[in-house]
């Protein structure tokens, strides 16, 4: 079955979604530890959320960038997620969807959240014809994602490594084995129509 252009693939259960996210060692360890982020993560800082492993590889590098060596898999309340979805503004202006570019920039200059659709990846990290959810937090919904909807914070570093090798030695099938399994997210409708381009 053909994907959507647009479309939110995640590990969710019937009550939490997981994000993927990567940091310094002095973030992340921390967060690993305690299950929530240290004092030293920024709340007033904008920041980014993503349901999609293989976007957060090919965006922290399998863990090799610098400041983003560990990567996290956050469990967060669906019930949060949604809420960020609900109160989110395209991160771009879109002709059709926004009345006009004055409304669209109001709108986003008055959200606690944002929305970006970038290419899901496949295992070499090459971008695939249909897109994935980047969810930003500001203000508001970064202290509720890390007050309140945060269930867990797990390390998938040693996940991000194991399968990077698999891939570098051209089993693509052991690797694939070892993704976390990313199924569409059963947001209503209500919640995206503001929100595909």
């Keep these: 079955m053909e994907e959507p252009p647009h479309r939110i693939r995640a590990l969710h259960t019937a009550s ?3 994000v993927y996210q990567a940091y310094s060692p002095v973030i992340g360890r921390p967060a690993i530890r305690d299950g929530r982020f240290p004092a030293a993560w920024k709340r007033d800082r904008m920041t980014w959320i993503k349901p999609s492993f293989l976007w957060m590889m090919y965006r922290c590098g399998w863990g090799t960038k610098p400041d983003q060596e560990t990567v996290l898999a956050v469990e967060i309340a669906r019930s949060g997620f949604e809420w ?7 991160s ?3 002709p059709g969807l926004h ?8 709108q986003l200059k008055g959200s ?3 929305v970006q659709w970038d290419p899901e990846r496949d ?8 897109r994935s959810l980047q969810l930003g937090l500001c203000g508001e ?24 090798a698999l891939v570098s030695d051209g089993d693509l099938d052991s690797a ?8 569409p997210y059963p947001a209503a409708d209500e919640l995206l129509t503001h929100l595909r381009p």
């Design 112 to 114: 606690p959240a944002r």
């Design 123 to 130: 295992l070499h990290l090459r971008p695939l014809p249909y």
């Design 92 to 94: 771009s202006y879109k």
């Design 16 to 18: 939490t979604v997981t």
């Design 141 to 164: 919904a970064v202290r509720r994602y890390a007050d309140e909807w945060t269930v867990a914070i797990r390390d998938v570093t040693p996940l991000a490594r194991e399968i990077h």
């Design 99 to 106: 009345p006009d570019r004055g409304t669209w920039q109001r």
């Design 84 to 90: 960020a979805l609900r109160h989110a503004c395209l």
């Design 176 to 183: 694939a084995r070892l993704l976390p399994q990313e199924r």
